[in-house]
């Protein structure tokens, strides 16, 4: 596992819930209901793994995201936010090219520019106000790009909803990141709990208030996972749907 | 109206903007040119394109007018926000299309119970959350015709936290009235995500389980408020 750069957390705090993801799956009886998902062949250690990550989010993450709330006003949060994504378009602008969109790599090229200059560092956005709209291309679009397909949906520990197309792209995302390269490990991974603390800090509610409203949570975000995705490597449109797709849609609004 | 609220960060940027002009111009060159390469094809909007794209114009205005109108108590806005999204969703079809095939194991009055727990339902889990989303400004950016007849109006959401968002609605015509049967969010179908999560509980319990859990929610929401 790729344990520099983005999103990825300590290895040995992974290898530690690796472990213990492998215990829960295997004495929690995870009750499944009906026929199993087509997607998800791989549900009940999915929802094994799902219940060990929601236990520490609970019992971690969000304590502390919620303490960061308390301390971080929501624009300086939204500040932070931007500032990584700011430092991920490098990677957005490589998988671009990897996808052969020029009109995109320039864009991010130019955001790049104008919010690291202008925008201080990318701590603001100034990009998206000349006209220049954020894009994110990743490593598991760009397999997507090619035709490879997401295979089977997949929890992963602490890092969440996950296919084993999308954790090839993470691993290799965080790869091409350079800033970690020049640091120790420990500083890169730090780096990137920080940020994701952030994140998780900036949906406190929108998470309760999902997690309270859905009457399968498990389920609500694995169709919410799989659907974003797919959408992303479509580009965010349905105008080229193949025949495949027009068929899903039949089947989603006409029922008789 | 919405530049006397935005917090610091957007007002900021367009300040920042504002004292560049020449980089400003710079990037509009550059966006004139790379606008070049992409220009959309341009083609007339059909008539029910307009019909329903008129719709979601005016439903946005009246939303967006409740959403910012902070001096009507939380609780009145979220009943006009309900009176509102009432006349304009088709909520019948909505529940419908959430049972997809399990509809037919409902008995009548069990079709009856759940349309209206489930409308109880979706008021529950979006009402509450009404005050997060006045700083946004919605734009139409495109409408689509789909081959049996429904219409797909495309918005962006611009400004707040969740700039630059897609938000597709979906539209069906029905006695002469375009209704909402979808709200697609960056790829994530309301009816999609709902007919997962019903699917199995209704194929383990049948009809009666899935109104006990919606009942259950229901009266979990209530007490919340």
Redo the contacts between chains.
């Keep these: 596992m790729g344990a520099r750069g983005d999103s990825a957390p300590r290895p040995r705090l992974v290898a530690l819930a690796l472990i213990a993801a492998a215990l829960t799956a295997g004495v929690s009886c995870a009750h499944i209901d009906g026929d199993p998902d087509p997607s998800d062949p791989w549900e009940r250690m999915n929802r094994g793994t799902f219940r060990f990550n929601e236990g520490a989010d609970r019992w971690v993450i969000e304590p502390i995201a919620k303490g960061m709330d308390f301390v971080l006003p929501d624009p300086v949060e939204r500040a932070i936010r931007k500032f990584y994504e700011n430092s991920m378009i490098p990677v957005h602008f490589l998988n671009a090219i990897l996808q052969f969109k020029p009109v995109t790599a320039i864009e991010d090229l130019a955001r790049f520019v104008v919010n690291t200059t202008i925008g201080v560092a990318g701590f603001f956005d100034p990009a998206t106000h000349f006209g220049l709209e954020a894009h994110h291309e990743d490593f598991g679009q760009t397999l997507g790009y090619w035709g490879v397909p997401p295979g089977p949906y997949l929890v992963l520990p602490l890092l969440g909803p996950s296919s084993p197309r999308d954790t090839v792209g993470l691993v290799a995302d965080s790869a091409s990141l350079v800033y970690p390269w020049f640091v120790t490990i420990y500083v890169s991974s730090s780096i990137s709990v920080f940020r994701q603390l952030n994140r998780r800090s900036l949906a406190i509610d929108e998470i309760a208030a999902e997690r309270q409203a859905a009457l399968d949570y498990y389920v609500a975000v694995r169709n919410a996972y799989l659907n974003y995705r797919e959408n992303l490597v479509n580009d965010r449109t349905v105008d080229e749907a193949d025949e495949a797709d027009e068929a899903d849609e039949d089947d989603l609004y006409y029922i008789d | 109206m919405r530049r006397t609220r935005t917090?610091?960060?957007t007002s900021?940027?367009?300040r920042?903007?504002g004292v560049?002009p020449l980089?400003?111009r710079a990037?509009?060159v550059?966006?004139a040119v790379?606008s070049g390469?992409?220009a959309p094809s341009v083609r007339a909007a059909t008539e029910s394109e307009a019909g329903a794209r008129a719709v979601i114009a005016e439903t946005v205005d009246q939303v967006l007018a409740v959403l910012r109108d902070k001096s009507i108590p939380t609780e009145d806005r979220i009943h006009s926000l309900e009176q509102i999204v009432y006349g304009r969703f088709d909520l019948y079809v909505m529940s419908?299309?959430v049972l997809?095939?399990n509809?037919k194991r409902f008995s009548e009055e069990q079709k009856k119970q759940y349309v209206e727990e489930f409308k109880r339902?979706l008021t529950?889990?979006y009402g509450?959350?009404i005050e997060?989303y006045d700083q946004q400004e919605v734009n139409i950016i495109g409408t689509?015709e789909?081959?049996?007849g429904?219409v797909v109006i495309q918005t962006k959401i611009v400004g707040g936290?969740f700039?630059?968002a897609?938000v597709d609605y979906?539209l069906r015509k029905q006695d002469s009235e375009w209704r909402v049967?979808?709200v697609v969010i960056?790829?994530?179908?309301m009816?999609?995500?709902y007919?997962?999560?019903?699917?199995?509980?209704?194929?383990?319990?049948g009809p009666e389980l899935l109104l006990e859990?919606?009942r259950e929610?229901n009266a979990?929401?209530m007490s919340?408020e």
Aim: cysteine-free; charged content about 30%.
């Design positions: 917090i610091s960060i900021t940027d367009r920042t903007g560049l980089a400003r990037a509009a550059l966006v790379m390469f992409a419908r299309l997809a095939r509809w339902y529950n889990s509450s959350r997060r689509r789909e081959p049996r429904d936290e700039e630059g897609l979906r049967i979808d960056e790829g994530i179908s009816v999609s995500n007919r997962d999560q019903f699917k199995s509980i209704v194929s383990s319990g859990k919606l929610k979990a929401g919340i």
